[in-house]
């Protein structure tokens, strides 16, 4: 089993910042990525990004390309989403996942992860 915990959502206005993490406990030798979804009320879940453990090599969202930055420290089993240009239509509960090996490795699809925490929100006021 692997726990996830995720820190540093809140209240912005737009064009704010915000640093989101996600701390790994339990069987984290297991995961091969970790990824960031995020779900707006009446939608479905979507990707954000998502980060190799071993290589460090990412995917984005078109949405969030050159805005979001995700980056992991393997020392301290955490994941990071820098959240930089928020914009109002980046509201929403934010999840980290993991993904452990053995699957199909689709880093955009949830259904690919194994695990996830419990979200935070993060809400941009224009």
């Known amino acids: 089993q692997v726990q996830l ?11 704010d910042s915000l640093r989101l993490s996600c701390v790994a406990s339990g069987r ?11 779900q707006a009320p009446g939608k479905e879940r ?3 990004a998502a980060v190799w453990w071993t290589t460090s090599r990412t995917s984005y969202a078109d949405s969030v390309k050159g805005r979001f930055t995700i980056s992991r ?7 990071y989403l820098q959240m ?7 509201t929403a509960v934010y ?6 090996y053995g699957g199909r490795y689709r880093l955009t699809l949830a259904d690919d992860y194994d695990y996830w925490g419990q979200g935070t929100q993060v809400t941009v006021s224009s």
């Open 5 to 15: 915990v995720e820190s540093g959502g809140g209240l912005v206005q737009a064009g």
């Open 28 to 38: 984290i030798f297991t995961n091969v990525a970790m990824g960031w979804f995020r």
């Open 46 to 48: 979507d990707f954000v």
């Open 73 to 79: 420290d393997n020392a301290k089993s955490t994941v």
């Open 84 to 90: 930089d240009s928020l914009k109002p239509e980046d």
């Open 95 to 100: 999840y980290c996942a993991a993904m452990e």
